[in-house]
């Protein structure tokens, strides 16, 4: 029996292919808009700058390239046999952007007061993985 096999007959988990480039960019201490711009689709990238934004105060910048993340992340996943629900381990490193991005729009949504967003994200990060909500939170 599969460590990850779901025995409640749910989805299986979704784990997106590797994508070194951005993360390794951004190990090498590349500027993450210089990543982003390189790797527009990599959710990984805006959810650095959506972090670093946020740390510098900058909530609605954040927000911004949270919600980007986030849709580049949903777009991968769906590309990838994710049909809207099920599991997305934060365990499998290249899942890790779309979670962190999932992560830092709620976050950013709560800062400015979107508070049915916020709840909206933080509940979908926690169904998608406890170990993202609980890593992250």
């Known amino acids: 029996m599969s460590l990850h096999e779901n025995l409640l007959g749910g989805p299986p988990p979704t784990h997106l292919p590797d994508?070194?480039?951005p993360r390794d960019l951004l190990a090498s201490g590349t500027a993450p808009a210089e990543v982003a711009a390189a790797y527009p689709a990599s959710s990984?990238?805006?959810?650095q700058l959506?972090?670093?934004a946020f740390a510098e105060g900058a909530t609605v910048a954040s927000y911004a390239y949270a919600r980007t993340g986030y849709h580049r992340g949903l777009d991968a996943l769906r590309r990838?046999?994710?049909k809207g629900h099920g599991?997305?381990?934060f365990e499998h490193e290249p899942n890790r952007g779309f979670l962190r991005a999932l992560h830092a729009l709620a976050r950013a949504?709560?800062?400015i007061g979107e508070q049915e967003e916020y709840e909206r994200c933080t509940t979908f990060l926690r169904d998608s993985?406890?170990?993202a909500a609980e890593t992250l939170s």
């Open 19 to 21: 994508d070194p480039g």
């Open 44 to 47: 990984l990238a805006w959810a």
């Open 50 to 52: 959506a972090d670093d």
């Open 80 to 82: 990838n046999g994710w």
């Open 87 to 89: 599991p997305i381990p």
């Open 109 to 111: 949504a709560q800062a």
């Open 129 to 131: 993985s406890p170990t």
